[in-house]
């Protein structure tokens, strides 16, 4: 069936040096793709999304770029923050009901 | 209003029980979702109501049942549950039938004894 990758599972940086996670879907006809940030005990909060139209998008200290030729979109978080720390998921959807997530990526930034 | 709500935040259950999880939204979503998420996971979808109709994973088994009385209100009822349904249920919903940014609920630790 279709499946969402994600690298790697665990991640940990030096404060204030840079995070990147991937993924990669196996769906081509995803077409909306999330970023989702769960702290302990905590719901999923969406952080930053990027549709099949566009090819990067930042927002402050966060940027996702996608690839659709070959079906991978990355999460870059530069200057990382104590607070960062947390699992990141990424999602694809390609239908109002075919979602599907990464199986995450814990971040963790070391003071 | 710019939460969605999930009622209760705790629920133990015997496998003869039957219950029910809560979730509303005032947000004027259309789509509303369940998902399940056991720890160290990813949410998992469950099912999915757009403009008030189901879409059904169809391997979800049947011990878990769905309503939507109306556009703001989403329930799931649990009857002869197992063990291993232990989990985190999540609600969320979004603006659009699937393509748009999703809120998530607290969601109902559920656990099954």
């Known amino acids: 069936g279709e499946n969402v990758e994600q690298h790697p599972s665990t991640l940990s940086v030096q404060e204030g040096d840079s995070a990147v996670i991937k993924c990669t879907y196996s769906d081509s006809a995803s077409n909306y793709f999330p970023w989702y940030k769960q702290e302990l005990g905590k719901r999923p909060q969406l952080i930053i999304d990027i549709r099949s139209n566009v090819g990067e998008k930042k927002d402050q200290r966060i940027a996702v770029t996608l690839n659709k030729t070959a079906k991978h979109f990355s999460l870059h978080i530069t200057e990382t923050q104590p607070e960062d720390s947390a699992v990141y998921f990424c999602a694809a959807h390609s239908s109002a009901s075919k979602i599907i997530f990464g199986s995450g990526t814990r971040l963790s930034i070391r003071p | 209003d710019t939460e969605v709500t999930q009622t209760p935040k705790h629920l133990v259950m015997g496998m003869t029980n039957k219950k029910s999880l809560k979730c509303e939204q005032h947000m004027g979503h259309r789509a509303m979702y369940w998902y399940k998420q056991k720890a160290k996971k990813p949410p998992e979808l469950m099912f999915v109501y757009s403009y008030e109709k189901l879409s059904i994973n169809e391997s979800v088994p049947s011990r878990f049942s769905p309503e939507c009385p109306n556009s703001s209100l989403l329930n799931l009822h649990l009857h002869a549950l197992q063990p291993e349904d232990s989990a985190l249920y999540l609600c969320?919903?979004?603006?659009?039938?699937?393509?748009?940014?999703?809120?998530f609920g607290p969601g109902t630790r559920l656990t099954v004894t």
């Open positions: 969320a919903s979004s603006p659009g039938q699937g393509m748009s940014e999703q809120y």
